[in-house]
């Protein structure tokens, strides 16, 4: 598409860090998710994916200077709650993977469901 008829769906929010934490007091992410707010302050290169519908903040820089950069992604999937699923689901294969192995039948089982998910959730 040309110039402004290309729109995408902002459904994660990202922010990528550019300055050593060491570099500065303050500035510290703050997302507001289910489980309340989570901090966050990470090395330079280093980036964090959130929903782009969470509250955030930055805390105020209280000595050098942060650099960042925040931009939005569209998923694949455009549905936050199925996302959330997906990524539980993930967490729940990785555990299974890791206890009993990749070749596991139940660590098998249980990544089909994972793409079968996929497949039926994502936008076409």
């Known amino acids: 598409r040309r110039g402004s008829d290309f729109r995408i769906r902002s459904d994660l929010s990202a922010t990528l860090f550019l300055e050593d934490p060491a570099d500065y007091d303050g500035g510290e992410l703050v997302i507001e998710d289910q489980f309340g707010p989570q901090s966050v302050k990470l090395p330079v290169g280093h980036m964090v994916v959130y929903p782009a519908s969470s509250l955030h903040r930055v805390t105020p820089v209280t000595r050098g200077v942060r650099t960042a950069s925040f931009f939005w992604l569209q998923s694949m999937v455009r549905d936050d709650g199925a996302r959330r699923i997906l990524f539980d689901l993930d967490q ?33």
Request: aromatic fraction near 6%.
């Open 92 to 124: 729940g294969v990785q555990a299974v993977a890791a206890a009993q192995g990749m070749g596991d039948p139940a660590t098998i089982r249980l990544t089909g469901v994972y793409h079968n998910l996929l497949r039926r959730w994502a936008d076409a």
